[in-house]
């Protein structure tokens, strides 16, 4: 069954269609993560709630997906990247995306100085504080210094921990990706400017791409669910709030760090 669970929808009584639910893969679970950006706090917590609830859910397959945008914006990169790369059971599978944040952050560390200035405005001074770890000689160095020594300040293992992030991820009836898909594209077509940084286009449009996509990159008070897609960036870095999706057979839940769950 590709896309077809079977929901009855009843109006006056009566069945009037059959709905399409997407489904997981018999013998998984899947969770999926929103972004993060910096906020090791909620990535902590987070990720006990969502230990608790696997392991009360019975034992299944297990794969953890963070949605990408670990970095930038909230105060503890580092810590974050640190946390993910040491997540280890009892999740069977851990996959990271890259989101436009890593990819920018990654192309900072190259020393090239227009795209450490362009990753200083888009929210990366966060992140190169977590690793400079001296606000005083931060604040004092030069673009030029920090496009210099910023490389030799993050750890060989995050960088190579970044370099092994995906793109997307299809699992059953879910695609995974950072911002979105470019509507009216296969998904073996897909550009990866559009999976990590595309928006209105996407957000906007609601024709049915064949499977449901799951991403984050664009921010909603709450868990953005639309015919063909759901959105899980609830902007952690601002709210307090960082969202996971769950997901088992045709069922999805929610759990965040605001207390808020639905089933």
Not at 49 to 72: H, P, Q, S, W, Y
Not at 201 to 213: L, R
């Amino acid at each position: 069954m590709s896309f077809l669970g079977f929901l009855k929808r009843r109006q006056g009584g009566e069945r009037v269609a059959d709905v399409a639910l997407p489904r997981v893969p018999a013998g998984e679970r899947v969770y999926a993560i929103g972004d993060i950006h910096g906020r090791d706090d909620l990535f902590e917590q987070l990720l006990a709630k969502v230990e608790t609830d696997n392991a009360a859910r019975g034992k299944a397959f297990t794969t953890l997906i963070l949605l990408g945008d670990l970095v930038d914006r909230g105060p503890d990169s580092a810590s974050v990247i640190e946390r993910a790369l040491r997540i280890g059971a009892p999740f069977d599978r851990v996959a990271m995306l890259v989101g436009n944040h890593e990819e920018c952050f990654l192309a900072a560390l190259t020393g090239d100085l227009k795209r450490v200035r362009y990753f200083i405005r888009i929210g990366g001074d966060a992140t190169i504080r977590s690793y400079w770890c001296d606000d005083a000689a931060y604040a004092a160095a030069t673009f030029e210094e920090v496009a210099e020594q910023l490389p030799g300040k993050v750890p060989q293992s995050h960088v190579d921990f970044l370099n092994r992030g995906e793109d997307m991820i299809q699992i059953g009836d879910y695609v995974f990706v950072h911002a979105g898909i470019r509507p009216g594209v296969p998904l073996d077509r897909q550009k990866l400017p559009d999976l990590r940084w595309i928006r209105e286009e996407f957000i906007h449009d609601d024709q049915d791409h064949g499977v449901t996509i799951v991403h984050g990159h664009t921010i909603s008070d709450d868990v953005d669910e639309a015919r063909n897609r759901i959105g899980i960036d609830t902007g952690a870095y601002l709210t307090g709030r960082l969202t996971a999706l769950g997901l088992e057979g045709d069922r999805r839940w929610y759990l965040d760090t605001a207390d808020f769950e639905l089933n």
